[in-house]
């Protein structure tokens, strides 16, 4: 079955540094979607980027994704301690505009030392 | 508060008991999901569901089956518990991607953490 799979796998920064993570998947989608998750909580959605779009903005966030490659990064810039949790990607092989299945990769653990 | 809910948020129970975890969503989504994770926070999609259709991730046991009431719920039931089965079960809805959205994406519950003893 398809998933992502991001790197690195774990990644320990300092405050105000900018973290990066990337995510390679196998299959065509229709989009691709990132989230966090707090230790010992669910996930929250923080962006989606269309197999159309090349790059995303959100505030401190930053996604890109190249559909040639089937990869995705995701840049927070001026990281705070806050960042600390696991990042995922999900890629969506919805039909249309309709979301399917979300299909994660392993995730990323980013810690950032105050 | 518009989410997705889940119940209990922690289940400790006996090999072999049947057990049910609820999920209700009040953001009118039209499609509930469920996921499982491992204890390598890898997560797996188990089911998705609308009012017309039910897909089966086919690596799930057939122990384990959703049961919806109504569009705003579904519910996981487990028969026949095993030490595998331990692991964080999330619920999780979505609604039909709109055209020109910015940004959308699946709503998830909080968890429910699975302890099979």
């Known amino acids: 079955s398809q998933q992502g799979e991001e790197d690195p796998q774990a990644l320990s920064i300092q405050e105000g540094e900018n973290a990066t993570m990337n995510c390679s998947y196998k299959?065509?989608?229709?989009?691709l979607q990132w989230y966090r998750q707090n230790s010992g909580r669910g996930l929250v959605h923080l962006i989606l980027?269309?197999?159309?779009?090349r790059e995303k903005h959100s505030g401190r966030l930053r996604v890109t994704l190249d559909t040639s490659k089937k990869s995705s990064s995701l840049l927070i810039t001026a990281s705070r301690a806050a960042d600390t949790a696991s990042y995922f990607c999900?890629?969506?092989?919805?039909?249309?505009?309709?979301?399917?299945?979300?299909?994660f990769g392993r995730g990323t653990q980013l810690t950032v030392w105050p | 508060d518009t989410a997705v809910s889940q119940t209990p948020k922690y289940l400790v129970t006996q090999m072999g008991n049947d057990k049910s975890i609820k999920c209700e969503q009040n953001?009118?989504?039209?499609?509930m999901y469920w996921y499982k994770q491992d204890s390598k926070k890898f997560l797996k999609i188990m089911f998705s569901?609308?009012?017309?259709?039910?897909?089966i991730n086919e690596t799930v046991p057939n122990r384990f089956s959703p049961k919806s009431p109504d569009k705003a719920h579904l519910n996981l039931h487990i028969n026949s518990l095993e030490l595998g089965d331990s692991a964080v079960y999330f619920c999780?809805?979505?609604?039909?991607?709109?055209?020109?959205?910015?940004?959308?994406?699946?709503?998830f519950g909080s968890g429910t953490r699975l302890t099979v003893v």
């Open positions: 999780a809805s979505s609604q039909a991607l709109p055209t020109g959205a910015t940004n959308y994406g699946y709503t």
């Open positions: 299959t065509s989608i229709n989009n």
């Open positions: 980027i269309r197999s159309n779009e």
């Open positions: 999900a890629t969506d092989r919805g039909r249309g505009s309709t979301l399917g299945r979300l299909y």
């Open positions: 953001l009118g989504h039209d499609t």
């Open positions: 569901y609308n009012n017309k259709e039910l897909i």
